[in-house]
């Protein structure tokens, strides 16, 4: 009986030994397989626009907030760049702006708020998702900002909006603009306005997520078409 009860117990320890032993190898695939974007040590900084009561831009047809729009294009973007092995720095996560408590200044402490989040990152580039608005409807589109005078950004606008033209329908070219989150720091920005919430065709494309995650593609896409290629 005790001899017998010695069998089963080594029997169970052994039976439990293996089990551990596969469940540990099942964590270890696991863990590679989350890792099959490994690090390519370049560091993105992706920040969605506006946020908190700046909700941006307002959609004609349906009056959908460019801040919301902004945020969804901007985590889809993260997760195709995290899956190809980059760092990702999103300057906001949820729908709040980046000013804080205090009533005063919003605007200005939230840009302050993205810039210092940027020189911290010290990243390879930086994009900033927005969508556009134009006073005829007719106007559609995605384009791709840079800052004046910065070559770098020119020649990578100038290839995100290559990309940005084939996939998503845009005859459009890439242009530099005098905007703060572009010469707030040395290192290469672009601003990508992914679209015309004046425009109802265009609005109603950019509020559905399957279109929101072709357009955070295509932007992934053109980035690490210009990063690949340094
Ligand atoms: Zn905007």
């Known amino acids: ?28 695939f696991a863990s590679a397989k989350a890792d099959s974007g490994r690090a390519n040590g370049m560091v993105v900084v992706v920040d969605a626009g506006h946020g908190g009561i700046d909700g941006g831009v307002v959609g004609s ?5 460019e801040s919301d729009i902004n945020l969804a294009v901007a985590r889809s973007l993260k997760h195709f760049l995290t899956s190809k092995g980059y760092q990702v ?14 009533t ?4 200005i402490r939230d840009m302050e708020a993205r810039r210092k989040i940027i020189v911290d990152a010290k990243p390879d580039m930086v994009v900033s998702i927005h969508q556009n608005s134009y006073p005829r409807a007719a106007q559609s589109g995605a384009q791709v900002f840079y800052a004046l005078n910065s070559e770098p950004g020119r020649a ?20 530099a603009g005098d905007y703060y989150i572009l010469r707030c720091s ?15 065709v265009e609005e109603r494309l950019l509020i559905s997520a399957p279109y929101q995650e072709k357009v955070a593609y295509t932007i992934f896409t053109g980035i690490h078409t210009v990063l690949s290629g340094r």
């Open 1 to 28: 009986m005790f001899l017998t009860l010695k069998k089963k117990t080594v029997i169970i320890i052994v039976a439990a030994v293996l089990c551990a032993a596969s469940f540990f190898a099942a964590i270890g």
């Open 156 to 175: 990578a606008a100038e290839t995100v909006q290559s990309v940005v033209n084939a996939n998503l329908d845009s005859g459009r070219a890439a242009a």
């Open 104 to 107: 005063k200044n919003r605007k």
């Open 186 to 200: 040395e290192y290469t920005s672009l601003i990508v306005e992914c679209g015309f919430l004046t425009n109802p």
């Open 89 to 102: 720095v999103m300057t906001r996560n949820t729908t709040d702006g980046l000013y804080g408590m205090s």
């Open 61 to 65: 047809a349906t009056g959908v907030k």
